[in-house]
């Protein structure tokens, strides 16, 4: 199973919106509304962002949305801050045979 | 409050056995619906799904290691092991354990991660 397809950075000013995108195929992203996003910052471990596709865990910003058309899964980040600078990696179940794919990783930076 | 927290060796070598220890608290591996999963980072690279482990012993690999890869449970002791043969140094990476829920699909929340290098 290959690994979903992120942009390799995207980048943008204090307070703008930026979209990540993540592209799988008809047997995961497409097939499964079980799309999740991580956070990651330099040397700590990925925080849960978004899962099943749009939905915020307690205690994250409702700046950080999610949404999926076809084979491709969203994540928008409105109002940039500084502190939304670190990498994103989205998540998909992939069936039976391959539960968990991530991507291959977007780094924001915050201009 | 979940935590969970991993440990092992920091340095294997070639062609030996890798054996992690997933220790959590907050909840139980007993409970219905709850797992544990692994998740591995090479420096400077992307996250990769190796193995996860539910409430009832239903384990699901990364197929493209599943034949190294060995994933238990001791509910008593609150921890997940994961074991790993024949390493290599391409195996060199931060391996993460994390909390998930069958129907939910997600990892929240991850532990600190543990460094693992291989090397002679």
């Not at chain 1, 999926?68 to 109002?79: E, Q, R, Y």
């Not at chain 2, 290691?65 to 509910?75: E, F």
């Not at chain 2, 069958?102 to 991850?110: G, I, M, R, T, V």
Request: net charge neutral.
């Amino acid at each position: 199973q290959s690994a979903l397809t992120q942009p390799a950075s995207v980048s943008g000013s204090p307070g703008q919106s930026i979209t990540i995108s993540c592209t799988g195929t008809s047997s995961d992203v497409g097939s499964y509304d079980l799309v999740s996003w991580y956070q990651q910052h330099p040397g700590k471990a990925p925080k849960l962002m978004i899962f099943e596709v749009n939905k915020r865990p307690s205690g994250v910003s409702n700046r950080f949305s999610g949404s999926k058309s076809g084979n491709t899964a969203s994540l928008t980040i409105s109002g940039l801050q500084a502190e939304d600078e670190a990498d994103y990696y989205c998540c998909s179940y992939g069936g039976s045979s391959t539960p968990v794919v991530f991507g291959g990783g977007t780094k924001l930076t915050v201009l | 409050q979940i935590t969970l927290k991993e440990s092992g060796p920091t340095l294997v070598k070639p062609t030996q056995t890798l054996t992690l220890t997933c220790t959590f608290s907050g909840f139980s591996l007993s409970t219905t619906e709850v797992g544990v999963g692994w998740i591995r980072q090479p420096p400077g690279k992307a996250l990769e799904f190796l193995a996860l482990i539910y409430w009832d012993d239903d384990k699901r690999y990364s197929p493209s290691l599943r034949s190294r890869l060995t994933i238990t449970k001791d509910t008593s002791k609150n921890q997940v092991v994961l074991t790993m043969t024949n390493m290599d140094p391409v195996d060199t990476a931060t391996y993460f354990c994390a909390h998930t829920l069958f129907s939910e699909d997600k990892f929240d929340p991850w532990g600190q991660g543990t460094l693992v290098t291989v090397s002679s």
